[in-house]
Protein backbone atom coordinates (compact mmCIF):
# COMPACT_ATOMS: atom_id res chain seq x y z
CA UNK A 1 0.00 0.00 0.00
CA UNK A 2 1.27 3.41 -1.03
CA UNK A 3 1.83 5.85 2.36
CA UNK A 4 1.46 9.77 3.15
CA UNK A 5 4.07 11.08 1.31
CA UNK A 6 6.31 14.05 3.26
CA UNK A 7 6.92 17.46 1.07
CA UNK A 8 9.74 17.44 -0.43
CA UNK A 9 12.90 17.96 0.77
CA UNK A 10 11.82 16.79 4.17
CA UNK A 11 13.49 13.11 4.45
CA UNK A 12 16.59 15.29 3.45
CA UNK A 13 16.92 16.87 6.53
CA UNK A 14 19.35 15.70 9.06
CA UNK A 15 17.54 15.78 12.57
CA UNK A 16 18.67 17.95 15.03
CA UNK A 17 20.70 16.09 17.83
CA UNK A 18 21.12 17.31 20.96
CA UNK A 19 24.56 17.00 23.69
CA UNK A 20 24.32 13.25 24.91
CA UNK A 21 23.09 12.26 28.46
CA UNK A 22 24.60 8.93 29.20
CA UNK A 23 27.78 6.66 28.48
CA UNK A 24 27.15 2.81 28.45
CA UNK A 25 28.84 0.79 31.44
CA UNK A 26 29.81 4.48 33.63
CA UNK A 27 27.98 5.36 36.39
CA UNK A 28 28.96 8.89 37.08
CA UNK A 29 28.54 11.02 34.45
CA UNK A 30 29.46 14.94 33.83
CA UNK A 31 27.56 16.51 30.94
CA UNK A 32 29.02 19.60 29.83
CA UNK A 33 28.03 19.21 25.88
CA UNK A 34 24.96 21.30 26.08
CA UNK A 35 25.91 24.66 27.50
CA UNK A 36 23.09 24.20 30.44
CA UNK A 37 23.49 26.68 33.65
CA UNK A 38 26.07 26.06 36.12
CA UNK A 39 24.36 26.10 39.37
CA UNK A 40 20.94 24.90 37.85
CA UNK A 41 17.80 27.03 38.12
CA UNK A 42 16.64 29.40 40.55
CA UNK A 43 15.39 27.63 43.74
CA UNK A 44 12.53 30.62 43.80
CA UNK A 45 12.19 28.85 40.38
CA UNK A 46 11.83 25.58 41.77
CA UNK A 47 9.54 26.17 44.44
CA UNK A 48 7.47 28.08 41.78
CA UNK A 49 7.47 24.82 39.55
CA UNK A 50 6.54 22.71 42.24
CA UNK A 51 2.96 25.13 43.62
CA UNK A 52 1.49 24.99 40.60
CA UNK A 53 1.63 20.89 40.13
CA UNK A 54 -1.84 20.42 41.52
CA UNK A 55 -3.47 22.96 38.96
CA UNK A 56 -1.81 21.18 35.95
CA UNK A 57 -5.62 20.29 35.19
CA UNK A 58 -5.86 23.70 34.06
CA UNK A 59 -4.99 25.30 31.00
CA UNK A 60 -1.94 27.40 31.06
CA UNK A 61 -2.78 31.39 30.72
CA UNK A 62 -2.18 31.64 26.62
CA UNK A 63 -1.19 34.84 26.38
CA UNK A 64 1.57 34.68 29.36
CA UNK A 65 0.29 38.08 30.50
CA UNK A 66 2.33 37.66 34.01
CA UNK A 67 5.51 36.28 32.17
CA UNK A 68 5.59 39.10 29.63
CA UNK A 69 5.04 41.86 32.26
CA UNK A 70 8.16 40.39 34.75
CA UNK A 71 10.29 40.40 31.32
CA UNK A 72 9.17 43.68 30.74
CA UNK A 73 10.03 44.97 33.68
CA UNK A 74 13.25 43.03 33.92
CA UNK A 75 14.88 44.21 30.64
CA UNK A 76 12.80 47.47 30.25
CA UNK A 77 10.68 46.20 27.57
CA UNK A 78 7.32 46.80 25.95
CA UNK A 79 5.44 43.89 26.99
CA UNK A 80 2.89 43.95 24.05
CA UNK A 81 5.58 43.20 21.59
CA UNK A 82 7.07 39.94 23.52
CA UNK A 83 5.66 36.38 22.28
CA UNK A 84 6.55 33.50 24.52
CA UNK A 85 7.60 30.26 23.37
CA UNK A 86 8.42 26.47 24.12
CA UNK A 87 11.79 27.07 23.96
CA UNK A 88 13.64 29.97 21.48
CA UNK A 89 13.86 27.43 19.06
CA UNK A 90 9.65 27.32 18.55
CA UNK A 91 10.03 30.92 17.78
CA UNK A 92 12.73 30.75 15.44
CA UNK A 93 10.91 27.92 13.47
CA UNK A 94 7.68 29.97 13.29
CA UNK A 95 9.54 32.94 11.92
CA UNK A 96 10.61 30.76 9.01
CA UNK A 97 6.97 29.52 8.51
CA UNK A 98 5.73 33.08 8.77
CA UNK A 99 7.93 34.61 6.53
CA UNK A 100 9.61 32.23 4.54
CA UNK A 101 8.50 29.51 1.46
CA UNK A 102 9.81 27.79 -1.54
CA UNK A 103 12.66 29.08 -3.20
CA UNK A 104 13.29 31.46 -0.75
CA UNK A 105 17.03 31.63 1.14
CA UNK A 106 17.87 31.76 4.89
CA UNK A 107 21.06 33.41 5.51
CA UNK A 108 23.08 32.68 8.54
CA UNK A 109 27.21 32.82 9.28
CA UNK A 110 29.25 29.54 8.41
CA UNK A 111 29.43 28.01 12.32
CA UNK A 112 25.76 29.06 13.34
CA UNK A 113 23.35 27.10 14.98
CA UNK A 114 22.15 23.87 13.08
CA UNK A 115 18.19 24.60 14.00
CA UNK A 116 18.96 28.01 11.22
CA UNK A 117 19.03 25.34 7.99
CA UNK A 118 17.02 22.69 9.13
CA UNK A 119 14.09 25.57 9.71
CA UNK A 120 14.67 26.87 6.42
CA UNK A 121 14.76 22.93 4.78
CA UNK A 122 11.55 22.34 6.42
CA UNK A 123 9.67 24.97 4.41
CA UNK A 124 11.55 24.44 1.04
CA UNK A 125 13.95 27.46 1.13
CA UNK A 126 17.32 27.04 0.74
CA UNK A 127 20.28 27.76 3.76
CA UNK A 128 22.94 29.67 2.85
CA UNK A 129 26.39 30.10 4.82
CA UNK A 130 28.44 33.31 5.06
CA UNK A 131 31.58 32.80 5.79
CA UNK A 132 33.16 33.82 8.57
CA UNK A 133 36.48 35.86 9.53
CA UNK A 134 38.73 34.19 12.60
CA UNK A 135 35.37 32.10 13.73
CA UNK A 136 33.19 35.00 13.75
CA UNK A 137 30.14 36.46 11.84
CA UNK A 138 31.43 38.77 8.92
CA UNK A 139 28.77 41.73 8.38
CA UNK A 140 30.67 42.62 4.92
CA UNK A 141 30.41 38.50 4.34
CA UNK A 142 26.53 38.11 4.98
CA UNK A 143 25.99 41.40 3.02
CA UNK A 144 27.22 40.52 -0.28
CA UNK A 145 25.84 37.07 0.55
CA UNK A 146 22.39 38.70 0.22
CA UNK A 147 19.96 38.19 -2.99
CA UNK A 148 16.27 39.12 -4.10
CA UNK A 149 15.37 35.88 -2.42
CA UNK A 150 16.93 36.48 0.69
CA UNK A 151 14.45 36.54 3.36
CA UNK A 152 15.21 35.89 7.01
CA UNK A 153 19.22 36.51 8.12
CA UNK A 154 20.11 34.61 11.42
CA UNK A 155 22.40 36.20 13.39
CA UNK A 156 23.58 34.51 16.83
CA UNK A 157 25.27 36.98 19.26
CA UNK A 158 27.00 35.29 20.67
CA UNK A 159 27.84 32.60 18.41
CA UNK A 160 27.06 29.09 19.34
CA UNK A 161 29.36 26.75 19.47
CA UNK A 162 32.08 29.62 18.73
CA UNK A 163 31.30 31.92 21.83
CA UNK A 164 32.61 34.80 19.34
CA UNK A 165 30.19 38.04 19.34
CA UNK A 166 29.23 40.94 16.64
CA UNK A 167 29.78 44.44 18.95
CA UNK A 168 26.66 46.68 18.92
CA UNK A 169 28.03 48.99 16.24
CA UNK A 170 28.37 45.93 13.66
CA UNK A 171 25.07 44.81 14.12
CA UNK A 172 23.36 48.43 13.58
CA UNK A 173 25.85 48.27 10.28
CA UNK A 174 24.23 44.90 9.09
CA UNK A 175 20.84 46.34 10.00
CA UNK A 176 21.54 49.24 7.91
CA UNK A 177 22.61 47.22 5.08
CA UNK A 178 19.78 44.91 4.67
CA UNK A 179 16.76 45.30 2.49
CA UNK A 180 14.06 46.62 4.55
CA UNK A 181 11.82 43.39 3.38
CA UNK A 182 14.45 41.78 4.68
CA UNK A 183 14.04 39.99 8.44
CA UNK A 184 16.92 39.89 10.82
CA UNK A 185 16.89 37.89 13.42
CA UNK A 186 19.18 38.19 16.82
CA UNK A 187 19.11 34.76 18.73
CA UNK A 188 20.94 36.56 21.61
CA UNK A 189 20.06 32.76 24.01
CA UNK A 190 23.47 33.56 25.77
CA UNK A 191 23.45 37.65 26.27
CA UNK A 192 22.88 37.27 29.65
CA UNK A 193 26.53 36.11 29.88
CA UNK A 194 27.74 38.89 27.84
CA UNK A 195 30.20 41.16 30.23
CA UNK A 196 31.08 43.75 27.50
CA UNK A 197 30.44 47.34 27.30
CA UNK A 198 30.46 47.22 23.34
CA UNK A 199 28.02 44.68 23.01
CA UNK A 200 23.83 45.00 22.88
CA UNK A 201 21.53 41.79 22.83
CA UNK A 202 19.52 43.70 19.75
CA UNK A 203 16.61 45.18 21.30
CA UNK A 204 17.71 48.80 20.71
CA UNK A 205 17.26 47.82 17.07
CA UNK A 206 13.77 45.78 17.45
CA UNK A 207 12.52 49.38 18.44
CA UNK A 208 14.53 51.26 16.08
CA UNK A 209 12.79 49.44 12.72
CA UNK A 210 10.30 46.85 11.60
CA UNK A 211 12.96 44.37 10.35
CA UNK A 212 14.62 43.34 13.41
CA UNK A 213 13.29 40.26 15.95
CA UNK A 214 15.49 39.32 18.94
CA UNK A 215 14.84 36.16 20.45
CA UNK A 216 15.71 34.69 24.12
CA UNK A 217 15.96 31.60 26.03
CA UNK A 218 15.41 30.55 29.55
CA UNK A 219 17.49 27.53 29.20
CA UNK A 220 20.95 28.56 29.71
CA UNK A 221 21.56 31.28 32.37
CA UNK A 222 18.16 30.73 33.95
CA UNK A 223 19.17 26.97 33.44
CA UNK A 224 15.36 25.86 32.50
CA UNK A 225 16.19 23.78 29.78
CA UNK A 226 13.72 20.98 30.71
CA UNK A 227 10.54 22.90 30.97
CA UNK A 228 11.43 24.85 27.18
CA UNK A 229 10.49 28.45 27.06
CA UNK A 230 11.81 30.96 24.90
CA UNK A 231 11.04 34.60 24.52
CA UNK A 232 10.76 37.11 21.40
CA UNK A 233 10.68 40.93 21.45
CA UNK A 234 9.63 42.09 17.59
CA UNK A 235 8.10 45.12 16.12
CA UNK A 236 4.01 44.80 16.60
CA UNK A 237 2.92 43.74 13.50
CA UNK A 238 5.39 40.83 13.83
CA UNK A 239 4.79 39.61 17.25
CA UNK A 240 1.04 39.84 15.63
CA UNK A 241 2.21 37.86 13.40
CA UNK A 242 3.66 35.17 15.51
CA UNK A 243 0.01 35.03 18.11
CA UNK A 244 -1.52 34.29 15.02
CA UNK A 245 0.49 31.06 13.99
CA UNK A 246 1.29 29.43 17.31
CA UNK A 247 -0.30 27.29 19.45
CA UNK A 248 -3.22 28.86 21.70
CA UNK A 249 -1.12 27.53 25.12
CA UNK A 250 1.96 26.71 23.38
CA UNK A 251 3.74 27.58 27.10
CA UNK A 252 3.05 25.02 30.08
CA UNK A 253 1.70 26.74 33.38
CA UNK A 254 4.63 24.96 35.14
CA UNK A 255 6.95 26.59 32.50
CA UNK A 256 5.12 30.23 32.87
CA UNK A 257 5.19 30.46 36.62
CA UNK A 258 9.30 29.21 37.12
CA UNK A 259 10.08 31.28 34.20
CA UNK A 260 8.72 34.51 36.29
CA UNK A 261 9.64 33.58 39.24
CA UNK A 262 13.82 33.10 37.78
CA UNK A 263 13.40 36.49 36.08
CA UNK A 264 12.57 38.21 38.98
CA UNK A 265 15.42 36.52 41.12
CA UNK A 266 18.19 39.03 40.31
CA UNK A 267 20.43 38.15 43.23
CA UNK A 268 20.53 34.29 41.36
CA UNK A 269 21.13 35.42 38.13
CA UNK A 270 23.89 37.36 39.34
CA UNK A 271 25.68 34.71 40.55
CA UNK A 272 25.30 32.78 37.98
CA UNK A 273 26.73 35.39 35.82
CA UNK A 274 29.66 35.78 38.39
CA UNK A 275 30.17 32.20 38.26
CA UNK A 276 30.68 32.06 34.56
CA UNK A 277 32.91 34.97 34.01
CA UNK A 278 35.61 33.69 36.57
CA UNK A 279 35.33 29.61 35.80
CA UNK A 280 35.51 30.62 31.86
CA UNK A 281 38.49 32.75 32.74
CA UNK A 282 39.94 29.79 34.38
CA UNK A 283 38.87 27.21 31.98
CA UNK A 284 40.45 28.96 29.06
CA UNK A 285 43.69 29.61 31.14
CA UNK A 286 43.83 26.30 32.02
CA UNK A 287 43.63 24.93 28.54
CA UNK A 288 46.06 27.01 26.97
CA UNK A 289 48.68 26.24 29.14
CA UNK A 290 48.57 22.66 28.12
CA UNK A 291 49.09 23.95 24.60
CA UNK A 292 45.49 24.06 23.26
CA UNK A 293 44.58 26.70 21.04
CA UNK A 294 41.07 28.42 23.03
CA UNK A 295 38.78 30.48 20.81
CA UNK A 296 37.78 33.77 23.17
CA UNK A 297 34.25 33.24 24.40
CA UNK A 298 31.94 35.80 26.40
CA UNK A 299 29.08 33.14 27.02
CA UNK A 300 28.61 30.13 29.02
CA UNK A 301 31.25 27.89 26.80
CA UNK A 302 34.79 27.59 25.30
CA UNK A 303 35.56 26.42 22.01
CA UNK A 304 38.47 24.12 22.08
CA UNK A 305 40.95 23.64 18.97
CA UNK A 306 42.87 20.06 18.93
CA UNK A 307 45.88 19.39 17.04
CA UNK A 308 45.14 16.98 13.63
CA UNK A 309 48.13 14.90 14.17
CA UNK A 310 46.59 11.07 15.40
CA UNK A 311 46.37 10.07 18.38
CA UNK A 312 46.29 13.65 19.36
CA UNK A 313 43.29 15.27 17.70
CA UNK A 314 39.48 16.35 18.59
CA UNK A 315 38.58 12.12 18.36
CA UNK A 316 41.03 11.10 20.51
CA UNK A 317 40.35 13.44 23.14
CA UNK A 318 36.86 13.23 23.13
CA UNK A 319 37.38 9.45 23.77
CA UNK A 320 39.81 9.67 26.59
CA UNK A 321 36.92 11.87 28.06
CA UNK A 322 34.18 10.05 27.68
CA UNK A 323 36.23 7.42 28.85
CA UNK A 324 36.60 8.91 32.53
CA UNK A 325 32.67 10.18 32.33
CA UNK A 326 32.79 13.41 30.80
CA UNK A 327 30.29 14.41 28.23
CA UNK A 328 31.61 17.49 26.16
CA UNK A 329 30.18 18.09 22.51
CA UNK A 330 32.66 17.25 19.28
CA UNK A 331 32.08 20.01 16.76
CA UNK A 332 31.96 17.97 13.15
CA UNK A 333 28.64 18.49 12.56
CA UNK A 334 29.42 22.46 13.00
CA UNK A 335 32.49 22.39 10.03
CA UNK A 336 34.71 21.96 12.98
CA UNK A 337 36.34 18.41 13.22
CA UNK A 338 39.21 19.99 15.12
CA UNK A 339 37.44 21.57 17.84
CA UNK A 340 35.34 20.09 21.41
CA UNK A 341 33.14 22.94 22.76
CA UNK A 342 32.96 22.44 26.86
CA UNK A 343 30.13 23.69 28.68
CA UNK A 344 31.16 26.04 31.84
CA UNK A 345 29.98 23.86 34.82
CA UNK A 346 31.10 23.52 38.44
CA UNK A 347 34.03 24.10 39.60
CA UNK A 348 34.19 20.06 40.31
CA UNK A 349 33.36 19.22 37.14
CA UNK A 350 35.41 21.61 35.14
CA UNK A 351 38.87 20.29 37.57
CA UNK A 352 38.12 16.88 36.20
CA UNK A 353 37.75 18.14 32.31
CA UNK A 354 41.28 19.71 32.73
CA UNK A 355 42.78 16.92 34.62
CA UNK A 356 41.13 14.17 32.05
CA UNK A 357 42.62 16.48 29.27
CA UNK A 358 46.35 16.81 31.22
CA UNK A 359 46.82 13.49 31.05
CA UNK A 360 45.30 13.19 27.28
CA UNK A 361 48.09 15.88 26.65
CA UNK A 362 50.83 14.02 28.34
CA UNK A 363 51.58 17.20 30.43
Not at 97 to 117: K, M, N
Not at 227 to 240: F, K, N, T, V
Not at 285 to 307: E, H, I, K
Amino acid sequence: MASPKPRPGILDLSPYVGGESKLAGVQRIIKLSSNEGALGPSPKAVAAYCAVATEMHRYPDGHAVALRRALALAYGLDGERIVCGAGSDELLQLLVRAYVGPGDEVLYSRHGFLIYPIAAMSVGATPVAADEVELTASVDHLLAAVTPRTRIVFVANPNNPTGTYLPAVEMKRLRDGLPEDVLLVIDAAYAEFVQRNDYSAGADLVEACDNVVMTRTFSKIYAMGGLRLGWAYCPGPIADVLNRIRGPFNVSSAALAAGQAAVEDSGFVALAQRHNEYWRGWLADQLTRLGLTVVPSVANFVLVRFPTAPGRDAAAADAHLRSQGLIVRAMGSYGLPDSLRITIGRDDELRAVVAALSEFMGK
